[in-house]
């Protein structure tokens, strides 16, 4: 991998509402210079959910454009070529994925979804808070990797243990 060079990232989940939708624009947001993120689901929802883009904007975070889409989209002919493909969710790091062009390298970073919490509002944007968190933890130590260093093995290696360490460690 050339020094300089922008990377595509793909993220997926199963309804590109929540976790997806977060996680696309908080790396757009922390290195758009180095990275594009797209996010999208296999059973997409109608739209991001509102406590997600809620959250974003009480960070400053962009949400213009932002959109619920099938990972469909980025199977056609014309659409990005990734470098990268993160599952936040574990029923879509389960699913038969599309073949990603330029063989991408994948990793599953999975954090619980915080669209199924339930109570109250607060109790609600408290769960997209500590979603958010645990994927903003992971990006950090994503782009921080040093990417032109590292071969494809250890490059898949160090992506995978981002999502396990984190996991393990109660993230």
């Known amino acids: ?17 929540a976790r997806s939708i977060l996680a696309e624009a908080a790396l757009n947001d922390l290195a758009g210079d180095r990275f594009t993120a797209y996010s999208a689901g ?9 406590f997600a ?19 469909d989209e980025f199977a056609l002919d014309g659409a990005p070529t990734f470098g990268f493909v993160f599952t ?5 790091a389960g699913e038969v994925c599309p073949i990603w ?13 915080p669209s199924t919490a339930e109570g109250t509002d607060d ?13 903003r933890r992971r990006i950090d130590l994503f782009i921080n990797l040093p990417l ?11 992506l995978q243990t ?10």
């Open 123 to 135: 109790d609600k944007r408290k769960a997209f808070s500590q979603a958010f968190a645990q994927l």
């Open 101 to 113: 062009p330029g063989h991408p390298a994948k990793a599953h970073w999975g954090v619980p979804d």
């Open 42 to 50: 296999s059973h997409p929802g109608t739209a991001p959910n509102p």
């Open 162 to 171: 981002i999502g396990d360490t984190l996991r393990e460690k109660g993230d």
């Open 88 to 92: 936040v969710c574990d029923n879509a």
């Open 1 to 17: 991998m050339t020094e300089n060079r922008k990377y595509n990232v793909l993220f997926l989940c199963t309804h590109n509402s």
């Open 148 to 158: 032109e260093k590292l071969d494809r093995l250890a490059m898949q290696n160090e």
């Open 53 to 71: 883009l809620d959250l974003l904007r009480s960070k400053g975070i962009a949400t213009n454009g932002l959109r619920s889409k099938n990972w």
